[in-house]
């Protein structure tokens, strides 16, 4: 069962980095200038905003693998629509699609993994072998992504949705449907959810790192590429710089077999990650940039699984993937908000500028989760413990 988690999670990872930067470097070769490009973000942010809560109560209750799959379906067409798109209003039509199908998967496949394998520790190592397989996996994307967008500047976008209702299919397939409860009522496992949020004060330090980290990451993911570009990086290399900071992702899976699933560990790893946004924008040394550049995919690759593991340890099992989904809902309101403000910010002070910004809130994001360890140690809080063998 974990192979096949691994094998759908892997294909998905080949569609991210297929699609990779050329999301970005399509949307400015049709004339869209750095804000419109965040402002498309931000409608695909805000569709997944108001549709991603109830969604999640809809994996919770009626299944997580067939709702994942419906929504990397929604998701891959959004994307095709994109690549055929000429004109904004096109473009803002599939950035919507997008949107709900990203609200659709979210809340599904994290908890799914949890609540089938009811193994913390394993759960972690599961997710860690995803990201230190997804490097190899997204390095063989990021050179096809470049190669196809050699032979049309919207091919590696197109395919990129193909695949991604390739792995909605595989999942179907592959992967035993799991649910909290097929009898509960469909509104009561909202209302759980909703309770759960307002009333859990991990989930409040949680969502308050989140809405900080926002902006970071929408400047790293969004603007990576032309920020080196700007720096005098050769445009023909990009592609294949990308596939080798993808792979770099392994490395920090590597290192997250050997981190626990503590607030600490995450903390340190979230100030690390800002830290080196920081001195992203600050230098214009364009060695410096690419060492950070390499460091930075270095720490999400280790900080991934850590992450996962901590926040469902404080989710109640039957709202699990309401509150994730309320959680990704919220995320993300923070996150148009923040690629609205980064590519405003970038067009009037430059991108370094905006990556500084962005990089110190990225700091001040690893002190809420610090807070976690005021709070019950997760093994407390009656979810899953560890087995004594570990698996």
Known sequence: MEGRYIATALLSSLSSATLGPYLSLWLKGIGLGLS???LVQSVSEVAQLLTDFPTGGMANRYGRVKTYAAGSSVFGLGLIVIALAKRMPAVLMGATLAGFGAALISGTMIPWLYDAIRDRTAVKSVLGKVKALSGPVRFAGG??????ATLAPNLSVLIAGTLSIASALMALILLPDNYWDRKANYFEVLKKGLKEIRTNRALHLLLASLLLL???????FTFQMLLLAGRGFPA???SALF??????TSAGALIARNLGPAPRTAALLTALLGAEMVLLGFTENLMINLAM???VEVTLGARFPVMAVLRNDFIPGEVRSTVN??????GSGFTAIANVAVGALAEKLGLGSAYVMAGSLGVLAALPLWGLTFLSAPAEGGNITEKPDGG
Do not use: K
Request: aromatic share 18%.
């Open 36 to 38: 419109e490009i965040g």
């Open 143 to 148: 050179f096809i992504g470049g190669y196809l």
């Open 214 to 220: 926002g902006f970071t990451a929408r400047a790293f």
């Open 236 to 238: 023909e290399y990009l």
């Open 243 to 248: 596939a080798l900071l993808v792979l770099s």
């Open 293 to 295: 550049l390499f460091a």
């Open 325 to 330: 989904s309320a959680m990704s809902t919220t």
